[in-house]
């Protein structure tokens, strides 16, 4: 078999995976050096994991998988800085403004401080866009869009400029694949996102755009590469950040349902992967046992029938279909 990194770097493409603290075993640390050039700490680096309480920084497992990189030569993505969603740290809601401000700040500051030197490319908001209203801006709900409305965005780029002066920073994204038409415009909130960030002079590097597919949802591929001009053309970089195929709605044959993940993978790169934007493509874990469909779906489902097979390889570390899909289209 030939191995992504290799077949990414000849298309000056980093190629990455999700990683955990799990993982860390020698056979799936081989794996992860051999197909790639970086990995995304899957939680570790989150404010959940982090910041138990407002006094509290615990870096342990990030750490662990810092280390994990830097003996591998692995470059490690920094996911992410800030989260606004209903599932963060139950401190953050008890902040005054003023305080929400300075806990962004120091937050940030701590952080990116820790791994200055270590991590290039950062997360520094994660999915702003959701369907509540603020002014124009259509964002997700959750502690800072509470207390600071939309300012909270530009707040912590400006924060993380300051720390880290050559980091690249980027805004990560999720439902941004499925047809606009069908989905809750996604991409022009987002849109509007960025282009007041650049109209008020707000540092911004790129655009991490997640690619959770949903197969039981549109994707046009005319309507996403659009998209994808639409950001280049704003002089940003594109990373596709946590690619993977949620295939509950595929067929309980296994050969079919293989098939399906892999024609998904391969329609979705034709498109992404024809814009020189793109800079890099990383996948939400490498094999089908560590997938988060995966543990959902134990959770759901204690006896296990129809078992996700999202990702590259199997629950045994075995290449898929979809892993020759992915090699072809690289
Ligand atoms: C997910 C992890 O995979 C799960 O283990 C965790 O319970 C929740 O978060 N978008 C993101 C990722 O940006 O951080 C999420 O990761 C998946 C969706």
Do not use: C
């Not at 497992?61 to 030569?73: E, Y």
């Not at 295939?247 to 814009?275: E, G």
């Amino acid at each position: 078999k030939p191995n992504l990194r290799q077949l990414g770097a000849d298309k000056r493409l980093a190629i990455g995976s999700a990683f955990s603290t799990n993982e860390l075993n020698p056979d799936d640390e081989s794996l992860f050096r051999h197909e790639l050039s970086r990995i995304t700490p899957e939680n570790e680096l989150k404010m959940t994991a982090i910041r138990p309480t407002r006094e509290t920084f615990d870096f342990a497992r990030a750490d662990a998988i810092a280390d994990f990189a830097r003996r591998g030569g692995l470059e490690m993505r920094g996911h992410a800085l800030i989260w606004n969603n209903d599932r963060q740290p139950g401190w953050l809601a008890t902040l005054s403004e003023a305080e929400m401000r300075s806990a962004i700040e120091e937050h940030i500051e701590r952080t990116m401080g820790r791994y200055e030197g270590r991590i290039e490319v950062w997360d520094v908001i994660n999915e702003p866009v959701g369907t509540v209203a603020f002014g124009d801006y259509m964002l997700r709900d959750g502690p800072f869009v509470q207390r600071l409305g939309p300012d909270y965005i530009a707040l912590a780029f400006r924060a993380a400029r300051a720390v880290a002066p050559a980091a690249k920073l980027v805004l990560n994204e999720t439902h941004t694949e499925r047809d606009d038409r069908f989905g809750r415009n996604y991409r022009r909130r987002l849109l509007y996102i960025i282009d007041r960030l650049q109209d008020t002079g707000v540092p911004l590097d790129g655009i991490g755009l997640q690619g959770h597919l949903q197969p039981d949802k549109p994707f046009d591929p005319h309507g996403f590469g659009a998209f994808l001009d639409e950001i280049a053309r704003r002089k940003l970089f594109i990373e596709i950040t946590e690619l993977d195929v949620n295939d509950a709605s595929f067929p309980d044959d296994i050969a079919a349902r293989d098939q399906a993940v892999a024609a998904t993978y391969r329609r979705f790169l034709r498109t992404a992967l024809a814009n020189p934007a793109v800079r890099s493509l990383s996948f939400w874990q490498l094999g089908d046992g560590a997938s988060w469909y995966f543990a959902q779906s134990v959770d759901e489902n204690p006896l296990g029938q129809r078992r996700p097979r999202p990702l590259l390889y199997d629950a045994d570390m075995r290449p898929k279909l979809a892993f020759d899909a992915v090699a072809d289209e690289l």
